[in-house]
């Protein structure tokens, strides 16, 4: 693929953008999975703690797993392509199913939208792609550098994130103190990463 410099946009912001909400969204269910299966599994008649758990566990590695089978082919599509359509791909996934999984009422459509969501999700391995294409030798470390900063404060704030806005309907009141809000305790979050890879994605077209 040729090199993707000749737009006027600066593709760095972006590539920031795309790694960090890749992170977020990695990490952002941590705080609040636990209690969210548990709702699920009640909802779909499992009682069992032991079974509960491994809920757990199946939906966490979700996300990677579907990014695990999906980065090569991205990879592969990006090469084909160009880098920029499958990052947007990404965000419009973001977009999409981070929501889809805080609109839950199921594990299973809770499955499923999280591994579509880390399906969509193969951009670290793109951005660094794109990186290469764009970068002389001497700036390549220091761009490298700042995906890798993305890398580290995604991982920090999803969880934060995650936390924080969980069941706003207790946490915050007031125009969150409402049965829809009751009734789906961890899509805030959710919309808050839908929307910034909403933004991201505008930025990027």
Known sequence: MSPENNT???P???LFLVVLIDMIG?????PFLTYFVQDLALADGITGIG???LWVGIIIAAYSAAQFIF???????SDRWGRRPILMFGLASNTIFFT??????SLTMALIARFLAG???GNIAVAKAYIGDISSTEETAARMG???AAFGLGFMIGPFIGGVLSDPASTFGGMFDTNFWRNYPYLLPCLFCSLLSLTSLSIAT
């Open 8 to 10: 006027d946009k600066s």
């Open 100 to 105: 889809v999984f805080g609109l839950s009422g």
């Open 12 to 14: 760095m912001g972006i």
């Open 119 to 121: 399906a969509g999700n």
């Open 51 to 53: 079974a509960r758990d």
């Open 71 to 77: 980065t090569p082919i991205l990879g592969a599509l």
């Open 26 to 30: 990695l990490t952002l269910v941590i």
């Open 146 to 148: 700042a995906i890798g």
